[in-house]
């Protein structure tokens, strides 16, 4: 019988914040938000992940309120996300979860965000060593996304 390996939040912030350059992460409501911001440019730069680890007032589908149960989401290109789910679901209406047939309490599954899948955030709770893998490939996307809107943030402020 094999074991599942789960990556812990650790792991995931050591990755993010060593491995990708110019991040500053930042804690607030129960979740710690990375911004592409090299040299401090912003206050906070540009929004490319989050770790999250409880539920928020308008954000409960995932069930964070579980013994260990914790939410990577990362900000992708469209093009990343129409390869892994096909295009972005409406918006929801306020409170509410995107329209589709996913898990949003399902463990080391790749899915849309819960609220924001409509922008091309994807979400995975609690990825296994193998999600892992993919989620960095996500990571790099997402972060090349955000450094890409850095940069036309930077010119239109000159």
Known sequence: MSQTKW?????VHSHITT?????????????????YNPGRVFDRGTY?????EKNGDNDKASGLDRDGVWRLNMG?????????????PPRPGKGGIVDGDWDFTAL????????YGWMSWVAVLNPSLA????????????HGRAK???????????
């Open 19 to 35: 491995q990708l350059e110019g991040v500053i992460p930042k804690d607030a409501w129960g979740e710690t938000s990375y911004f």
């Open 48 to 52: 490319f992940a989050t770790i999250k």
């Open 76 to 88: 992708v290109s469209k093009g990343a996300y129409f390869e892994l789910f096909g295009p972005p």
């Open 108 to 115: 080391d599954t790749l899915t849309p965000h819960p609220i």
């Open 7 to 11: 990556i812990g939040t650790d792991t």
């Open 131 to 142: 999600t892992w893998a993919t989620c960095q490939e996500l990571l790099a996307d997402a």
């Open 148 to 158: 890409v809107t850095f940069e036309k943030r930077v010119k239109q402020k000159r």
